[in-house]
């Protein structure tokens, strides 16, 4: 993959690998690569204050290259995603760092509503690299448009899906402080929901600060307080959704996928009957499936790779334990509000509360460590290291998994142990914690 591409994107530090430099650049590679005189990319971003600088150096490299830029201004990312599907457009480019601080921020282009695959990365870093400059003649530049139904298109979307699902249902949403703010309180009323709002006031330096579907605590006491039927916890461009029951109990993206697989198992609309998960997926989620008829297939960490299997399989539900999940006969990405909308849908075709449906989902103790490493991807190459966790895997057998993976950010190796004794893959998990730092240094 392309040294600047991520499994989303470009992300890091604004000021250190994002720059309003880096954005003038994309916007060039993005024009000479995939748009051009009279082709148009679409544009949005979330509440981080450094995405009015980016979206300005992004235009500015696109118009001289003879592309015109819809700014959607504020956005979730699946609404941006939504937009691009429009064939009006060559392109979209998202400006977030999803649920990373607000320090962070990131580029997304997407291309026909999904990601841009690795070798189109790679030719715009490369293009990147070039430092192409110049720019077209006045009479040549491109244009700043307006779409003012792109948001209006999307929000119609999802309340066709929900119909009547939220009619006198009590909810409560996190918004993160972030693109949910401006779109999601609106939405669930205008369903029919009676809806608490928290985290909804962004002022460009508090998305997912404290809050969002990486911490959903305060959503959590507030459901329980107010006996709310249900909570949604967003992240702060509102692709991925935490759930909380009406105890207050935080619900994952493993509980959500459960759920929504066994609902559509029972009515015959799991395609294939089979759900997608990454690795890191609970066991106890592959037991549910697989009880009720269906299958798992599994894949490696990343929404990337989620979508990849799910084409290859012909499924129509992926996702990780995240809460980044996707419904691929409602969308081409993971998103937030079209997840709360499937998920009360599952409650409601059951007539019954959130902690039943969860219930449904056995969680299997599950450990998971860190350690420190200088090699962390050589760790297939140390004999002894591979000897134990094989080891390790023989005593688990069927009872079980384990799991070692090189961190993509740091310098650490990830191992995760899982099974129905929690004294045995505790131990497991911390021998081979102590192994990795010892023989991996």
């Given amino acids: 993959m392309a040294g600047r591409f991520g499994t989303d994107g470009i992300r890091g530090r604004v000021?250190?690998?994002?720059?309003?430099?880096?954005?003038?650049?994309?916007?060039?590679?993005?024009g000479s690569r995939l748009a051009g005189h009279g082709s148009t990319v679409v544009v949005g971003r979330d509440t981080r204050r450094s995405g009015e600088m980016l979206v300005a150096a992004l235009t500015a490299g696109l118009a001289g290259t003879g592309t015109d830029t819809v700014d959607l201004g504020i956005v979730t990312t699946p609404c941006l995603v939504h937009a691009s599907c429009d064939p009006r457009y060559a392109a979209g480019i998202m400006i977030s760092a999803s649920h990373n601080p607000a320090p962070d921020n990131g580029l997304k282009v997407v291309v026909g509503g999904r990601k841009a695959d690795d070798r189109t990365e790679a030719e715009l870093d490369a293009l990147i690299d070039a430092a192409a400059s110049g720019d077209a003649p006045n009479d040549r530049l491109g244009r700043l448009q307006a779409d003012p139904d792109a948001i209006e298109r999307y929000l119609g979307h999802l309340s066709e899906v929900a119909g009547s699902t939220f009619d006198g249902l009590r909810i409560g949403l996190d918004c993160a402080n972030g693109s949910a703010s401006g779109v999601a309180p609106a939405l669930f009323r205008s369903l029919g929901a009676e809806v608490t709002v928290l985290f909804d006031a962004p002022n460009g330096i508090n998305i997912n600060d404290g809050c969002g579907s990486t911490h959903p605590e305060r959503l959590a006491e507030t459901v329980a307080a107010a006996a709310l039927d249900v909570g949604f916890a967003f992240d702060g461009d509102a692709d991925r959704l935490i759930a909380v029951d009406e105890r207050g109990v935080i619900v994952d993206g493993d509980a959500v996928m459960g759920i929504c697989a066994l609902e559509r198992l029972a009515a015959g609309t799991l395609r294939n009957n089979v759900l997608v998960a990454t690795v890191l997926s609970n066991g106890g989620l592959e037991r549910a499936v697989v009880q009720a008829g269906g299958r798992m297939v599994r894949t490696p960490v990343g929404?990337?790779?989620v979508l990849e299997a799910m084409e290859r399989e012909d499924a129509v539900l992926g996702g990780e334990q995240s809460g980044h999940i996707?419904?691929?006969d409602r969308s081409t990405t993971g998103d937030g509000l079209l997840t709360a909308i499937e998920l009360a849908r599952a409650m409601r075709g059951a007539s019954l509360p959130l902690?039943?449906?969860?219930?449904?989902?056995?969680?299997?103790?599950?450990v998971m460590l860190n350690s420190a490493v200088r090699r962390r991807d050589q760790w297939q190459a140390d004999y002894a290291f591979v000897a134990a966790v094989e080891r390790a895997a023989l005593e688990m057998g069927q009872r079980g998994r384990v799991l070692v993976r090189p961190s993509g950010t740091e310098p650490t190796i990830r191992i995760m142990v899982e099974g129905d004794d929690a004294h045995q893959i505790d131990r497991i998990a911390r021998e081979l914690a102590a192994l990795a730092e010892a023989r991996l240094n």
Avoid: K, M, N, W
Avoid at 355 to 366: A, C, D, K, V, Y
């Fill in 355 to 366: 902690s039943e449906l969860t219930g449904r989902i056995p969680r299997l103790p599950q």
């Fill in 326 to 328: 996707i419904f691929r």
């Fill in 15 to 30: 000021g250190d690998e994002v720059t309003a430099d880096l954005a003038l650049a994309l916007g060039r590679a993005v």
């Fill in 303 to 305: 929404d990337r790779h």
